[in-house]
């Protein structure tokens, strides 16, 4: 019978080399590219902004057997959490805090009336990259950048997201669309890479973090800062108490400093005018000097507290060395007292979240959320955290 034999002859029109390809394609579709592979090529041809660093290759300890779903849940609902929270965004602390008193609850929405949570860019690119990731298995960039251009509008929007987005809509590849922004537009979102990794650990979370993040930001600082990110995340899932005050800084630059490297940004806070060097060595300076002193108002440190990560990143260290085992309170104070207070709390939250898991967030915080990602979609927060669970955790 040539029957079965058939099914390996091209079907008019097609040649073998269309065929050959055409096979290659499927099995790569049946194996996805390592993303540590995809990362490697880029460092080669020049497309990614970090060191060629042995953090990299580095292992991934599997989590701690007693760590239960609810501490992912945390971690993302967390996220979403400090977001609202922090809503309405922006404005220094002192002054906010004069408008509103401390943000405690969520405050009414100015399109619903109501008090609810709701979200802003923070909440809505991270639970679209969780779309993504159930959709796909693993970080795919090209397609996480199609989900972040046809995803909808995004409020409150940063300009450096919008331009990364503007580049991939006139037609400009995935792998040169990422402005070399020091933002913090890709740390805020960058939380849901650990979500594929969670049963079965490797060192492509590093590189995940990294394809997710240099989608919009392909910058040192930035690209950096989402692989430690990662990395604290991934720690405090399996953490029984709140570590050592001095463990989050050291936790953050270890990977930090091999792949940021030897950068030099420029602080824009008065107070370190004549600061230049990496990220990283700011952030291992000042922050433990800053706890020092014994402050609790992150706006006393004189570094200000804004979207430039030189900024947003000593701000959410110093806020978690000083208020990590009391997630209320570290959120509380994230979205009071910070000039980029929805980005703060939101990165906060997926910390103590981590830390805490979704019962050691605030009852009312959790149950006061809309769940929206997209106008109008109230719950599909908690339907995707559903999702996930099933996806990524029962299924083993
Ligand atoms: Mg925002």
Redesign the pocket.
């Known amino acids: 019978m040539n029957q079965p034999e058939s099914q390996f002859l091209p079907p008019e029109g097609v040649t073998p080399l269309d065929q050959a390809s055409e096979l290659v394609r499927l099995a790569d579709a049946r194996q996805p590219r390592s993303s540590r592979v995809m990362v490697r090529d880029l460092l080669d041809r020049g497309f990614l902004e970090a060191e060629d660093s042995a953090w990299l290759a580095r292992p991934v300890s599997p989590l701690d057997p007693r760590t239960g779903f609810d501490r992912v849940e945390g971690m993302l609902l967390g996220l979403a959490i400090g977001?609202a929270l922090?809503r309405p965004?922006g404005g220094a602390g002192w002054e906010r805090r004069a408008r509103f008193g401390e943000r405690r609850d969520y405050l009414p929405n100015t399109h619903t009336g109501l008090p609810l949570g709701y979200p802003?860019?923070?909440t809505q690119l991270a639970f679209w990259t969780v779309e993504h990731l159930l959709a796909h298995g693993h970080v795919e960039p090209e397609a996480l950048a199609r989900a972040f251009t046809a995803g909808g509008r995004i409020?409150?929007i940063?300009h450096t997201v919008r331009e990364a987005l503007g580049r991939l809509k006139r037609g400009i590849p995935w792998e040169k669309a990422g402005p070399r922004s020091a933002g913090n537009g890709a740390l805020?979102r960058i939380a849901p890479v650990l979500l594929p990794h969670l049963r079965q650990p490797s060192p492509d979370l590093w590189s995940d973090a990294l394809l997710a993040g240099m989608v919009t930001h392909n910058d040192r600082a930035s690209n950096a800062s989402c692989v430690a990110m990662v990395r604290v995340l991934w720690d405090l899932l399996s953490m029984q108490s709140a570590p050592d005050p001095s463990w989050w800084v050291q936790a953050w630059v270890e990977p930090a400093r091999e792949i940021e490297g030897a950068t030099r940004y420029r602080a824009r806070s008065p107070r370190f005018s004549d600061w230049d060097g990496p990220l990283w060595r700011f952030v291992e300076e000042q922050v433990p000097a800053a706890l020092a002193r014994g402050l609790d108002d992150v706006d006393d440190t004189g570094w200000h507290s804004g979207a430039y990560l030189l900024e947003t990143v000593p701000t959410v260290l110093f806020l978690l060395s000083r208020y990590g085992d009391d997630p209320e309170e570290a959120l509380v104070r994230a979205a009071t007292d910070t000039w980029d207070n929805?980005?703060v709390a939101?990165l906060v939250g997926a910390a103590v979240g981590a830390l805490h898991g979704r019962a050691g967030l605030p009852r009312r915080w959790v149950e006061k959320h809309s769940g929206c990602i997209r106008r109008g979609d109230d719950g599909t927060i908690f339907r995707l955290l559903d999702q996930a669970r099933e996806r990524f955790w029962d299924r083993t």
């Open positions: 977001d922090g965004e802003s860019d923070d409020f409150g940063g805020m929805d980005t939101a």
